[in-house]
């Protein structure tokens, strides 16, 4: 698969971002983190159905988005995903083909987003459990993981929407379950600052 994404998705992005970053007004750090080549895997926490778009907002480069099978199923918005670039993912089993178009692009020097918890999390839980995905991938192509946070809601004009990229990280030596649970402390204390510094 070719890291290039479709025309729709600038498109989408050039008259959407402005519009997107007005309306819900994130604060962004550390975007300068995200490399500007090469392939990176841009993960994160997962709250809200538009935690993709800050991490869209935040960088010059496509990324191409790992989205749930159910949206490509619904004729009403399967068209948007599929324009945007998205790869779809069966999460109700292991779904080979995701992944091999994911690492398709990692191996054509793109850029993948994905939601480690697998899920949106709406638990009292901080930060629900990794799967192992982002750093199997990483593993797999040497690609960077660039871990990021996000607090706050989603209000008009926010208070407290911030999202924050950490320092991106490889694999290398490390075995699934150290990289994963590196991952998993990296974005859990990108959160808890970005909590603290609203105190």
Not at 54 to 82: C, N, P, Q
Not at 107 to 119: Q, R, S, V, Y
Not at 158 to 174: E, I, R
């Amino acid at each position: 698969m070719n890291h290039k994404l479709p025309f729709f998705y600038y498109l989408c992005k050039a008259i959407l971002g402005p519009i997107f970053k007005f309306y819900y007004h994130p604060t962004i750090i550390g975007k300068e983190n995200i490399p500007e080549e090469g392939p990176i895997l841009i993960v994160g926490n997962h709250k809200h159905l538009y935690d993709q778009c800050l991490a869209i907002v935040s960088t010059k480069r496509g990324i191409h988005y790992m989205a749930k099978k159910e949206y490509f199923d619904d004729k009403k918005v399967a068209w948007f995903f599929k324009g945007a670039g998205c790869i779809s993912v069966n999460r109700k089993q292991k779904d080979p083909m995701a992944k091999s178009l994911a690492i398709a692009v990692l191996k054509d020097g793109g850029a993948i987003g994905l939601f480690p918890e697998g899920t949106r999390n709406r638990t009292k839980e901080f930060l629900l459990p990794f799967k192992y995905g982002a750093v199997s991938m990483a593993q797999k192509t040497g690609a960077l993981l660039v871990p990021f946070g996000i607090t706050g809601d989603y209000k008009f004009r926010s208070k407290n929407l911030k999202v924050t990229f950490g320092k991106p990280f490889k694999v290398d030596d490390m075995s699934l379950e150290e990289a994963n649970q590196k991952l998993y402390n990296e974005v859990k204390t990108l959160m808890e600052n970005n909590v603290k510094d609203r105190i």
